[in-house]
């Protein structure tokens, strides 16, 4: 965390500086991670507050697990793959309509142990029932069922989204075997809902504005102009309310 790079940003409104990391393209890292993060809570918010149950349904919070490997992209193939068949079963499909999910990563002393935390709209659906389909579909029988409001399921499942491991003091190992690969992913009829893209923003904490300009360029534009240019000529932004 000491060797992240950082730059500062300026309010284009009242002048304000602050630091800020700079974007390190690892997912698991805590000092860049936190924009990445919140923007998925809001859509999984939104998905589990605009979602219509049918009668009779329910949002619950499903685990599934498969068997420890040593392998970690293996193990997440693995992972990815069972869920898909289970989901493609018609014992499934009579019980769910939607719902998205999140891979969670740990490891222990027998390997990598990936996890799926689902959220879905079902109808009633028998706990013996789901796990003796998950053992057909990934030979593994850890699974997990419970209701949970929905503002909890989704920030539960998020916070799974930049978790390290236990022990894992180096994230870029884990970052690079799983790049380029979904971690956050819809199915069903959540499909078809049209979430909104969220940006998130940061308010100056002096005027609120949300407008920024990086420091190095606007000291290159108070160069080139020298005297003339004034902090007030820079274009304003409309404060956040």
Request: with cysteine; aromatic share 10%.
């Amino acid at each position: 965390m000491g060797d992240h790079p950082f730059t500062t940003i300026t309010c284009i409104c009242c002048g304000h500086v602050i630091t800020v990391p700079v974007y390190c393209k690892n997912r698991f890292c805590p000092v860049c991670a936190g924009p990445r993060h919140r923007r998925l809570r809001k859509q999984l918010q939104w998905y589990c507050s605009n979602v219509r149950l049918l009668p009779g349904q329910r949002l619950k919070h499903v685990v599934l697990t498969i068997k420890s490997g040593p392998d970690l992209d293996e193990c997440v193939n693995k992972l990815v793959h069972s869920f898909r068949k289970l989901r493609q079963r018609k014992w499934w499909k009579k019980h769910v309509s939607g719902g998205a999910y999140v891979i969670e990563i740990t490891k222990s002393e027998s390997g990598w142990h990936p996890h799926i935390h689902a959220v879905i709209q079902s109808w009633y659906m028998p706990y013996d029932a789901l796990k003796a389909n998950w053992l057909k579909v990934s030979g593994a029988w850890g699974i997990s069922i419970s209701e949970r409001p929905a503002y909890v399921l989704a920030n539960y499942l998020t916070d799974y989204i930049t978790k390290l491991p236990k022990d894992i003091q180096d994230s870029k190992p884990l970052n690079d075997a799983l790049r380029n690969r979904r971690l956050f992913s819809v199915f069903g009829l959540w499909h078809s809902m049209k979430c909104p893209k969220f940006k998130v923003t940061f308010p100056c904490p002096k005027c609120l504005s949300s407008a920024w300009i990086p420091t190095e360029i606007l000291d290159r534009q108070f160069s080139r102009d020298g005297p003339s240019m004034k902090f007030d000529d820079l274009p304003r932004k409309r404060a956040l309310p």
